[in-house]
């Protein structure tokens, strides 16, 4: 069963602006990360943010968590047509013990 | 480091057959996952492994999966006899026993079963 949920499912945006996609959860964590897949090929990890922070950055990400609302956003500055992908947030099943994700926001940087 | 490993790459194979996937781990790396992805569900958890040992399989669709573990460096997911319904993307991933770790996903099975 999906713990995340993002939102929206797909954002289509020009190259130079800002992409901003939200997740939320349903129970406790703690932490929560991000993935980033491009077609054809695995997941990659972007970023992890713990339960007690409430933002962090990494190059051109920016991640907020807000743990009384269930959820997390993630921001991409400047995008870039390589950013083209699918985003996917994650966190911890109730056992706390494997990471269940949602089913992802489409996003296409156009040039 | 190679990253995780899978193979195939793609497999089409007839309903009824047994359908094998195979995966290398980053090597130390203490757990392994197989998720399943397709566009109606998304990503699934299918089982995991921490040592080599099964933790929690209950996110396996049916008896007619099953993985194992025989050593720290190779893991396969079986599917017998495999049905239309089982075509996805199947995907490995390990990490490291360190808390929080990241999961390491490999490049994908493409199956289609037809």
């Known amino acids: 069963s999906q713990q995340g949920e993002e939102d929206p499912q797909a954002l289509s945006i020009q190259e130079g602006e800002n992409a901003t996609m939200n997740c939320s959860y349903k129970?406790?964590?703690?932490?929560l990360q991000w993935y980033r897949q491009n077609s054809g090929r695995g997941l990659v990890h972007l970023i992890l943010?713990?339960?007690?922070?409430r933002e962090k950055h990494s190059g051109r990400l920016r991640v907020t968590l807000d743990t009384s609302k269930k959820s997390s956003s993630l921001l991409i500055t400047a995008s870039r047509a390589a950013d083209t992908a699918s985003y996917f947030c994650?966190?911890?099943?109730?056992?706390?013990?494997?990471?269940?994700f949602g089913k992802g926001t489409t996003l296409s940087v156009s040039s | 480091d190679a990253g995780v490993i899978q193979s195939p790459r793609h497999e089409v194979t007839e309903m009824g057959q047994e359908v094998t996937l195979r995966c290398k781990p980053i090597?130390?790396?203490?757990?392994l996952f197989w998720y399943r992805q397709t566009m109606m569900r998304g990503l699934e958890l299918l089982i995991y492994?921490?040592?080599?040992?099964?933790?929690?399989d209950s996110g396996m669709p049916e008896d007619r999966f099953s993985a194992k573990m025989p050593n720290a460096s190779f893991s396969t997911l079986k599917i017998q006899p495999s049905e239309p319904r089982d075509s996805a993307v199947y995907f490995c991933?390990?990490?490291?026993?360190?808390?929080?770790?990241?999961?390491?996903f490999g490049n994908g099975t493409r199956l289609t079963v037809t």
């Open positions: 943010i713990r339960s007690n922070e």
């Open positions: 991933a390990s990490s490291s026993r360190r808390q929080y770790s990241p999961l390491h």
């Open positions: 090597s130390g790396h203490d757990y």
């Open positions: 129970t406790s964590i703690n932490n």
């Open positions: 492994f921490n040592n080599n040992v099964p933790i929690d």
């Open positions: 994650a966190t911890g099943n109730q056992a706390g013990t494997a990471l269940i």
